[in-house]
């Protein structure tokens, strides 16, 4: 038997392209997708959970739904190595790999509000999005069950953004890649949007944590912005990168050292424009 038969099935799955172990993920998500509207269509009983403090009162397939997302959630506000994408992981420290030499102040400045520019296109966009959905539950469009089947849409759409096609930053944002996102872990807060007009602590308490994801992410780029962006990070970089999550590009593909100069000589005009 070889080595690699013989070591469990996580060390295997640890040594995965990035790309490979996010498609995976995509299919357990619409494998869970698939087993909330099985039981919105034949266990709506399972759903009472979501009321209240029901949570405590009875056992729910969707107790362990909740707990895979609130593993998702912890997942973001803890250091790794290889467990989630690099974009996800840019508030911490030991994934900062400096430029040389470090961009001018002018440079850095310019790039956080060009990146600040964009974020706010998409918080612009998802308040509308969410005046929707308030307006869909107050006019009875939506009870609970519905709310949550829509929590459950965003878990999955949030990997076909990752994997496939992001309408934030084809039509938005126009950043290169996820991995130089501004918005990254803006992803968990997005998913729980329905939550703001639902009641009981099953919702409630994992919109809790998404907003503490999002606060982490947020005070971080504001004290540490060079840590977010690819003029200070050279992580981030095409020419560093470990992940290959990019859709548009073959996970073996460098985007050419010419696009990269450009990039940089934008951000330079800009700056010594001002």
């Given at each position: 038997m070889s080595q690699s038969k013989q070591q469990p099935l996580f060390r295997r799955l640890k040594f995965l392209p990035m790309r490979q172990r996010y498609l995976m993920r995509f299919v357990f998500r619409l494998i869970i997708a698939g087993l909330c509207l099985y039981l919105y269509i034949i266990r709506p009983a399972a759903f009472d959970v979501l009321a209240g403090w029901r949570f405590f009162h009875e056992f729910s397939p969707l107790h362990i739904v909740w707990l895979i997302w609130l593993g998702n959630m912890l997942l973001q506000l803890i250091p790794t190595s290889g467990l989630v994408s690099s974009g996800s992981q840019k508030i911490f420290r030991r994934h900062l790999d400096p430029v040389r030499p470090e961009p001018e102040t002018a440079v850095l400045r310019a790039a956080v509000r060009d990146a600040n520019?964009?974020?706010?296109?998409?918080?612009?966009?998802?308040l509308v999005l969410t005046s929707l959905i308030g307006l869909a539950r107050q006019t009875?469009?939506?009870a609970q069950s519905e709310l949550f089947l829509l929590i459950v849409f965003f878990y999955v759409a949030d990997l076909i953004c990752v994997l496939f096609w992001c309408p934030f930053q084809r039509l938005l944002m126009k950043n290169r890649c996820c991995t130089t996102c501004r918005i990254f872990n803006w992803d968990q807060i997005m998913m729980m949007t329905p939550a703001l007009f639902m009641t009981g602590f099953y919702t409630t308490s994992l919109l809790m944590v998404s907003i503490i994801v999002l606060l982490a992410w947020e005070v971080t780029f504001i004290r540490h912005?060079?840590?977010?962006?690819?003029?200070?990070?050279?992580?981030l970089s095409c020419q560093f990168c470990t992940d290959h999550l990019c859709y548009r590009h073959p996970s073996t593909e460098k985007r050419d050292a010419a696009d990269r100069i450009d990039d940089s000589?934008?951000?330079?005009?800009?700056a010594s424009s001002k």
């Open positions: 520019r964009a974020a706010l296109k998409v918080a612009g966009v998802w009875g469009w939506f912005p060079n840590r977010f962006l690819e003029v200070s990070n050279q992580v000589r934008n951000i330079i005009n800009q």
